[in-house]
C-alpha cells in the first residue's frame, strides 16, 4: 500500500497539473485507475494501451502531440528511459510490477519497500481518490487482478444486487453480477477506437453500477448494450475454451479471431474454474503468438520455458503475458511441458 505521504504527494501533483496525461494499461485495473485518478479533478486527457504495456521512446511523440504539463503512468509495468528522457515533462509512475532501476520518474510501486507485495494499481489509486460514491470503481479494479478488496463488504451493503456477504473472489468473479462488472471493464476497451473514447467519456459521468446494468440511464443503456454485444464474442470463445480441458494438467486454446484479443479474459476465467490446471491462451497475430498463462508459480515456468526462444514475456507469479515468435511457437511449447513436468 502507499504510505501517507506518498498519498498526499501524488494529490498535491494531481492538483497542480493543468493538462496532465494519464497513460494506462488497457485492463481493467488500468481504466479503473484511470477513472478513479482522473474524477478527482476532472483535467487532462486519457490514454490506453491496448495492444502492449511497453512505454518507450516511440511514444514521445504521442506526448508531444498532446502536450500535457504532467504525465501520470499507471500500471505499466515496463517504462523504459529513452521515453522519460524524451518527454521533457514530470512523470509520476504509479505501478505493482516488478520494480525498474529509472530516473526522471517519481516512482510509487510496493514492491520497491516489499518485493513480494500484490497491490493493484486501481487499490493504490483508491487510497488517493477516496471518493465514497466512486467506491464500486475500487472494488471493480482490485478485482480485474485478481485481489479481493478489504472495503468488499462495505461495496456489497451499497450494492446488494451485485454480490453476496461472504463471497470468496472466484464466486465473485464468476457467480455474481460484479464479475459481469469486471469484464465490462475489459471489453469497454475493446472495438473501434471512436467507440472507445465514447464509451470511457461516458463512464467518466456515470455515478453507479447500477446505472449500467439496469439501464437507468441512456448513458448506462448505451454502455450496457456495447457490452451484451461484445460478451457474445467472449462468450463463444470460452464456450470452445472450456472443450480444450482435458485430464492433463496443461490446458491450451488457440483461436484466431482478428478483431479482437480475449486472452487475459479466457485465461482468468479458465483458471477460476480450474485452479489445478496451467492454461495457455493464444492468438496468432502478424507473425507472432501472443499469450496469457495462468497457473501456481507459471511465471518460474514461462521463464524457463524462454530459454533460446525468441520471444519475451512475464508478469505476477501465477499470472503472466507472453509474445512469442511463431516460427520459435512449436519449440517454446516444447520447454514449457518440460519446465512443466519439472515443476
Not at 70 to 94: A, N
Not at 100 to 107: D, I, M
Request: hydrophobic share 35%; proline share 5%; charged share 30%.
Amino acid at each position: 500500500m502507499l504510505s501517507d505521504k506518498e498519498i498526499e504527494d501524488i494529490r498535491e501533483e494531481l492538483a497542480t497539473a493543468k493538462n496532465p496525461l494519464f497513460i494506462y494499461d488497457g485492463d481493467g485495473d488500468g481504466l479503473t485507475s484511470f477513472l478513479l485518478l482522473y474524477k478527482i479533478h476532472r483535467e487532462g486527457k486519457g490514454m490506453a494501451l491496448t495492444t502492449t504495456s511497453y512505454l518507450d521512446g516511440k511514444f514521445v511523440r504521442k506526448v508531444e502531440e498532446i502536450n500535457p504539463d504532467k504525465i501520470f503512468i499507471l500500471d505499466i509495468p515496463v517504462v523504459e528511459q529513452d521515453f522519460l528522457d524524451g518527454v521533457k515533462r514530470p512523470v509520476i509512475w504509479i505501478d505493482h510490477h516488478p520494480p525498474l532501476e529509472r530516473t526522471k520518474v517519481k516512482y510509487f510501486n510496493p514492491r520497491i519497500r516489499n518485493i513480494d507485495a500484490y497491490v493493484p494499481t486501481s487499490r493504490m489509486s483508491w487510497q488517493v481518490s477516496q471518493h465514497p460514491e466512486d467506491m464500486w470503481i475500487a472494488a471493480v479494479g482490485s478485482l480485474a487482478d485478481y485481489s479481493l478488496p478489504n472495503f468488499i463488504d462495505e461495496f456489497q451493503a451499497k450494492h446488494p444486487s451485485f454480490a453476496e456477504k461472504g463471497d470468496d473472489i472466484n464466486t465473485l468473479l464468476y457467480k455474481r453480477q460484479i464479475g459481469k462488472l469486471v469484464k465490462f471493464f475489459f471489453f469497454l476497451l475493446k472495438g473501434p477506437s471512436t467507440e472507445v473514447r465514447k464509451s470511457i467519456k461516458i463512464l467518466t459521468r456515470i455515478k453507479t453500477p447500477e446505472e449500467i446494468f439496469n439501464e437507468e440511464t441512456p448513458q448506462g443503456k448505451f454502455l450496457h448494450r456495447r457490452f451484451l454485444k461484445i460478451n457474445e464474442k467472449y462468450e463463444e470463445l470460452l464456450k470452445q475454451a472450456k472443450k480444450c480441458v482435458k485430464k492433463t494438467r496443461l490446458v491450451l486454446f488457440n483461436y484466431t479471431e482478428s478483431k479482437w484479443s480475449f486472452t487475459t479474459n479466457l485465461s482468468n476465467e479458465l483458471f477460476g474454474h480450474y485452479p489445478e490446471k496451467m492454461i495457455i491462451i493464444s492468438r496468432r497475430k502478424s507473425e507472432e503468438v501472443k499469450c496469457s498463462l495462468r497457473g501456481k508459480n507459471v511465471r518460474s515456468i514461462l521463464e524457463k520455458a524462454l530459454v533460446g526462444v525468441e520471444g519475451r514475456g512475464g508478469g505476477h507469479p501465477d499470472a503472466c503475458g507472453a509474445v512469442i515468435k511463431e516460427k520459435d511457437w512449436d519449440l517454446f511449447l516444447t520447454h514449457f511441458n518440460e519446465a512443466l513436468d519439472d515443476s
